[in-house]
């Protein structure tokens, strides 16, 4: 296949490119590198890599065939999209709509990274697909939230109206290898402090829960939905739902060093609990999550002490 990839100089997009360039198809990334970098794509050589940077709340225009695109362009961690609120509103809306678009004029089909943050805080535990959620929408979360919301809804409406094979994935937390120093989430946050002798921060009294899934796994499930006739909305996380603390602990006895953990005062609409139910990907998928969360984390550790380059726009 040809595959377009927007966000694909990303954290999870890079991910997905030397996947399917492994599988043997062509890919073209996309990408501003308001958040992504080169150095994610920077080890990819050959003939079936094209890198095109390009902003994809304009008009999107491809030469040639196209058999599928993946919708990945987004800042995605609170750090990025408190400090781009209006350009994280315009993917989600105008760059939403151009990759549409250019889908429905390929007769390809179309994937959209959705994310966990569509169910906010929630008040139903796990989260399932039917949970429409209980977002704030003029909160300082909302402007992710609500792209991502209405990415949802123009996505149904092509589906609907003009028959666009569409597919929607809803990606709870997720770690690995390119994430960055700065990236303003907990895995590579806490790393990151360990690391230097920091202590790490722990917003609230950190019993708040996540599920964090390592990037292997999540590239695994895309790919099967991408083969499947689901159109979704799918969950793909880890269910194994822990604390925010018992998170830091896992880390710092991985690194070691002489850091504590203190606390700081909870960010504003900061979900309480995050978990998937991911009944419909085992049934129609047969996916679930195989690496283990120590293992994950050992993974990713070693990636960020070994000094490959991550402090860049990852």
Not at 199 to 202: A, K, Q
């Given at each position: 296949m040809k595959v377009l990839i927007t966000g694909g100089a990303g954290f999870i997009g890079s991910h997905l490119c030397d996947r399917l360039l492994e599988r043997g198809h062509e890919v073209i990334c996309m990408d501003n590198l308001l958040t992504g970098s080169t150095d994610n794509i920077a080890h990819i050589r050959g003939g079936g890599f094209t890198f095109i940077h390009y902003d994809?709340?304009?008009?999107?225009?491809?030469?040639?065939?196209?058999?599928?695109?993946?919708?990945?362009?987004?800042?995605?961690?609170?750090?990025?999209?408190?400090?781009?609120?209006?350009?994280?509103?315009?993917?989600?809306?105008?760059g939403t709509h151009k990759a549409l678009g250019l889908a429905k004029a390929k007769g390809a089909g179309f994937l959209l990274a959705s994310t966990s943050e569509v169910y906010g805080d929630p008040l139903i535990h796990p989260q399932e697909e039917t949970y429409w959620g209980n977002v704030n929408p003029i909160g300082i979360r909302g402007v992710y939230d609500e792209?991502?919301?209405?990415?949802?809804?123009?996505?149904?409406?092509y589906?609907?109206?003009?028959?666009?094979?569409?597919?929607?994935?809803?990606?709870?937390n997720t770690f690995g290898p390119r994430m960055r120093v700065d990236d303003g989430r907990a895995v590579p946050t806490f790393i990151t402090q360990a690391m230097r002798g920091e202590?790490?921060?722990?917003f609230g009294d950190g019993r708040q829960t996540r599920s964090f899934g390592y990037i292997t796994d999540l590239v695994d499930g895309i790919e099967k939905l991408m083969a499947s006739g689901e159109v979704g909305p799918i969950n793909l996380g880890n269910p194994q739902e822990m604390t925010v603390e018992q998170m830091a602990r896992r880390?710092?006895?991985i690194v070691g060093g002489p850091s504590r953990i203190v606390y700081r005062d909870l960010p504003e609409d900061d979900p309480k609990v995050r978990q998937p139910d991911i009944s419909l990907a085992k049934s129609r998928l047969g996916w679930e999550p195989k690496v283990e969360i120590g293992e994950a984390l050992r993974r990713t550790v070693e990636w960020f002490q070994s000094g490959i380059p991550s402090g860049g726009k990852g």
């Open positions: 994809v709340t304009n008009y999107i225009y491809v030469d040639g065939p196209v058999d599928f695109v993946l919708h990945f362009a987004s800042p995605a961690s609170p750090i990025d999209y408190l400090r781009l609120p209006i350009h994280t509103l315009k993917v989600g809306a105008l792209a991502k919301r209405y990415a949802e809804a123009l996505t149904m409406a589906h609907r109206y003009h028959g666009v094979k569409t597919k929607i994935v809803r990606i709870f202590d790490l921060t722990v880390i710092l006895a």
